[in-house]
Structure formats: C-alpha cells, structure tokens
C-alpha cells in the first residue's frame, strides 16, 4: 500500500468541506487534481469511502470509520514539521481552544505569563462553545482545550484544573434584588437569560440548578457572557454565570448576587488532550505552565481556586 500525506489530505478536506469545489479551493489544488488524489486512494483502499449521487459527494460508514485515523496521520506529521522546526528554533506555534468564559476572562492571562517565560513561543487561541471545542479537538485542529461544562468522550483526556462557581444575579432594581432570600418559586417565575445549548455553562446549569426549578421561563438565550450581563444591568431577567465573568460587575455594584436555596453550585474547569495526540516538549511545557498558573487580578482571583 502506498498512500500519500497528500491523499489523505485531500480525503480529510473533502469529508470536511463536504465537496470537491470546497476541498480543492482550501488544498489550492485544481478539482481535477482533487478528484484524481481520491480516486488514488480508494483504489489503494480497494473500497470506497464516499458515496456519489450525481455531482453530489458524501461520506460513508467506512470514510467515517478512517476519518480520524487519517487525521491522526496527519497531525503526526504536522507535528515532525513542528519537532524539526524545534531543532533550529525554540518557537513553533502552540493551537489553544476554550470555551466562551475561559477564552475572555482566564487564558488570555495564562497566555501572558507563559508567554513572558517562553518568549520564543508561538500561541493561538480559538474561543467557541465547549461542544465546538471538543469537536476541534478530536478533529487534531487545537492541541489543547480548556472547557467549562463536561466530557466524556473516550478519545480525550480530562484534567481537572481549577474550581469555579455559578451565581444567580440581577441588576440591583430587579424586584428579586429587594428579596432578603429569593424561594425556588420566585426563581421559576422570574425571566431567565442563559447562555445557549452546548455551552458548558447552559450544561452545569440545567444539571445543578433546572433540577431544581422543574421549569422556568427562558426569556432569552444568548451565546455571549457580555451580552447577557449587559441585558441584566438594563433592570430585565435574570441569570446564571460564572462569578469569573461577573466578578468586576458585582464588586462595583451594577449587579447583585441573589440569595437562594440554592448554594454550592460548583463546576471544575478542564483542561483536555487529545489522548492520541503526540505529547512534544512545547506542549508538556505549556501543561506545566498551566497547573503552575497564578492569577494576580483580585477579581479573577475571587472564588476560582487550583484544584488540589
């Protein structure tokens, strides 16, 4: 058998794009070429690994069944290119992916401190929903994700990393606000924004607090931590977030937390590796870096604590 790292390029961009055209304009390859590199390696395959209806190109079972392994093929490859870049400089890029509360208000420092450390580094950051993160992971896209719901796919390795905690808040006007203790009734009354599903925060939410409720009134849902917090200081709703991302609103006052029966509502955030991914120095440093991380902001620093 004699496939090529460009053949399964090709087949990986195709299964991706969805199509030909696609794969071809992000190969920078003509569609003939394209076509020609997978029609090569389904006869080095004796199988095919999609199926064609008309102009039409869809991956079948057994493309999905190699799928990650040629991903994994070829960021094995990606990474000698890295190794061997290494060898002549102690830069080469680093790719993080976290999810929404963990990419705006926790790794840009962890990227500061390691970066002021590991000056030679290269690092990029791509910010999504926790479910767009895993599925970038097990796709060989990032080489290290930071999540704030849960995981349980058997490809990836799971780090518990620091302790955080949800509150349930309103701007200081909200009636709720006036409450001495606000009861589960009020609360499944009352007009909730939340984030959207597939969002680790939505995921810890509906887990420890909907429970609760059994039902509420979802006014809202919405994919940015900023944009709620902003509605809720308007005087509407209510919410649920990471203290992380309201610490600074709730110390100056434009937000209060609300006192509930609802107590210790606490989540871990994670750190997750692909368990197929080659662990090099750059990374097993950046590991280091993170389980050795401090935050100097007061702010940051309430209520997230290392996990011991």
Known sequence: MR???????????????????A?????HLTQSATSMALADLERQLECRIFDRVGRRIQINDTGRLLLPQ????????????RLALDEHSAGGLLRLGASLTLGSYLIPALMGQHLLRQRAQKLSLEVGNSRHIIDQLLKFQIDIAFI???????????????????????APSHPLAQK???????LAAADWILREPGSGTREVFD??????????????????????????????????????????ALHSGHLVELKTPLTHLQRQFLILVH????????????????????????FLREGLHPIL
Not at 9 to 21: D, H, I, L, P, R
Not at 180 to 186: A, G, H, K, M
Not at 219 to 245: D, F, N, V
Request: hydrophobic share 40%.
């Open 3 to 21: 496939m090529t790292i460009k053949q399964l390029e090709v087949f990986v961009a195709v299964a991706q794009e969805g199509s030909v055209q």
């Open 23 to 27: 794969a071809s304009q992000r190969l």
């Open 180 to 186: 001495e203790e606000v009861s589960l009734v009020d």
């Open 207 to 248: 887990h420890l607090v909907l429970g609760h409720l059994g039902h509420l009134h979802l006014a809202m849902e919405l994919s940015h931590t900023e944009a709620i917090r902003c509605i809720i200081e308007t005087g509407y709703g209510i919410s649920c977030l990471s203290r992380l991302s309201v610490a600074s």
């Open 70 to 81: 040629a991903l994994d093929v070829i960021s094995r490859c990606e990474d000698m290119e």
């Open 275 to 298: 368990r197929r991914k080659y662990r090099g120095q750059r990374l097993q440093e950046f590991l280091d870096a993170c389980m050795n991380f401090s935050i100097s902001h007061p």
């Open 148 to 170: 704030e719901g849960y995981c349980h796919d058997p490809e990836i390795e799971v780090i518990p990393w620091r302790d955080d905690e949800l509150v349930i808040f309103a």
